[in-house]
């Protein structure tokens, strides 16, 4: 709802802080080299207007590419002042780097670093106050009563109710609730009458009625088909929105198959520019962490061979995205016949099947960091689920509600259940409503937060066994 009415004015708001990027960019430098000349530190070596307007391309691509990416521009995000502060930063902070990644390939080119701070500043205080402008604008037009939609809302149900606090949570969108209709609520308030009087009410208001959104839950079907079929005769807009609430949805969306329209309940988190991003973090960061820390692998791989025989490396059947078995990597850290006897089992506090070595890398989770390997393949991200052995998940299935689910995300080295402390031997239906918490909140910025809780917090534990 918020998406259709905001996608056309958030195009425009692209187009606008392009203009304000290229702006601000060309004010740095006047500020810099005609105002700021000897304060607060002296000019340095002179470089031409033309040779900054060089760059000028690359910025305005730079930013466009990390605002989109960031979510900027998704039309439900940042509508408070806090939030919208928080995600003008990042984009701006994102842009930044990226920018200065490619300008600090120009060896023969030292751009003066005062330049890049009052960009730096320009930048989103100029987009700031646009959005600050065209808010003031918007919220004295409403007051004004200009172009004001009354809406009626059929369905008083959690559906209608959450539909009425999103409008009075976003007031500067023009909609005007005049009351619900509804065959079981007629008690509560607002309650305007019975789902059968839509018609009467429409032809008998004072004021016309613009919108009718129908938020019925979805055994009510014969009661939508009728509506749908009698609102056809009237001019008003009528909207559907499914009461889905009393379901567990998991990144639920709207797509369309040859113009059909097609409802995501439970689906994959879907493929857009964010998880390309997604993906070249992983893959740069396992990298890094690879090199940066192949002193320590080759000496855990020593003293794996020399704690037990057998290989250095472990690998064990886990189930990742879409259901997908993969062989997870780790240090080995039991005997090789640990569970020749037993089969697959639970590691529990208390139990002697690791070596010394290994109880030592199991409790710092350094039997982990081979694991970078399977998120070079692909198989895992830095950040998601933790995957399970099959052999395990045959029986959580069953058991757990909605644990099949938190297979919809790619699985992760570290992850939000982890970093809560729920590993290990501990509660399965916590860690699954982190899981799912994860899932349905996921963005870059939460990602990186886990990132950082895990150095902190998540590699050694009192869980680890």
């Known amino acids: 709802m918020l998406q259709e009415q905001s996608r056309f004015y958030q195009q425009l708001l692209f187009f606008a802080d392009m203009i304000l990027v290229g702006t601000a960019w060309i004010a740095a430098y006047y500020l810099r080299f005609e105002v700021l000349t000897t304060w607060p530190v002296p000019l340095p070596e002179w470089h031409p207007l033309s040779r900054y307007l060089t760059f000028f391309p690359w910025i305005l691509i730079s930013a466009a590419l990390t605002f989109w990416a960031s979510g900027l521009y998704i039309p439900d995000r940042a509508q408070r002042w806090t939030s919208l502060i928080r995600s003008v930063g990042k984009s701006v ?23 890049i701070l009052l960009f730096a500043t320009l930048t989103p205080l100029s987009m700031l106050s646009l959005r600050l402008l065209i808010y003031l604008y918007i919220r004295n037009a409403r007051k004004k009563g200009r172009n004001l939609r009354r809406v009626l809302i059929i369905g008083a149900g959690s559906a209608g109710r959450r539909l009425q606090k999103s409008f009075e949570l976003y007031p500067w969108m023009g909609f005007q609730v005049i009351g619900f209709l509804d065959d079981h609520k007629t008690d509560m308030p607002n309650v305007l009458g019975k789902v059968d009087d839509v018609l009467d009410f429409l032809d008998s208001s004072k004021d016309p009625i613009d919108y009718v959104y129908i938020a019925l839950p979805l055994k009510a079907v014969g009661t939508i088909e009728k509506l749908l079929s009698s609102l056809s005769s009237r001019l008003v807009h009528v909207c559907l929105v499914p009461d889905l609430l009393q ?209 902190w917090k998540g590699f050694v534990n009192r869980n680890a066994y």
């Open 93 to 115: 902070g994102l842009a930044l780097v990226v920018s200065m990644a490619f300008l600090s390939l120009y060896r023969d080119f030292n751009i003066s670093r005062l330049t």
């Open 247 to 455: 379901h567990d949805i998991i990144n639920s969306r709207i797509t369309d198959v040859d113009g059909l329209p097609v409802l995501h309940i439970i689906d994959e988190t879907p493929m857009d520019f964010r998880r390309f991003i997604k993906r070249s973090l992983d893959v740069a960061f396992s990298i890094l962490v690879l090199t940066i820390l192949s002193p320590m692998l080759l000496i855990i791989s020593l003293l794996v061979l020399m704690s037990s025989r057998g290989p250095v490396l472990y690998r064990q059947e886990r189930m990742g995205l879409n259901g997908q078995v993969f062989h997870m990597l780790k240090f080995r850290s039991m005997p090789v016949t640990a569970e020749q006897d037993s089969g697959a089992v639970w590691a529990t506090k208390g139990e002697n099947r690791a070596t010394p070595v290994g109880k030592f890398l199991r409790r710092t989770s350094l039997d982990e960091l081979p694991q970078f390997i399977n998120v070079l393949k692909g198989d895992m991200s830095v950040v998601g689920p933790r995957p399970e052995r099959p052999v395990f998940i045959h029986d959580f299935k069953e058991k757990i509600p909605r644990y099949m689910q938190r297979h919809k995300m790619k699985a992760g080295i570290t992850g939000w259940a982890q970093v809560n402390g729920w590993r290990g031997n501990t509660s399965l239906e916590k860690r699954i409503q982190h899981d799912l918490y994860y899932i349905q909140n996921w963005s870059l910025l939460l990602d990186i937060k886990i990132m950082v809780m895990t150095v």
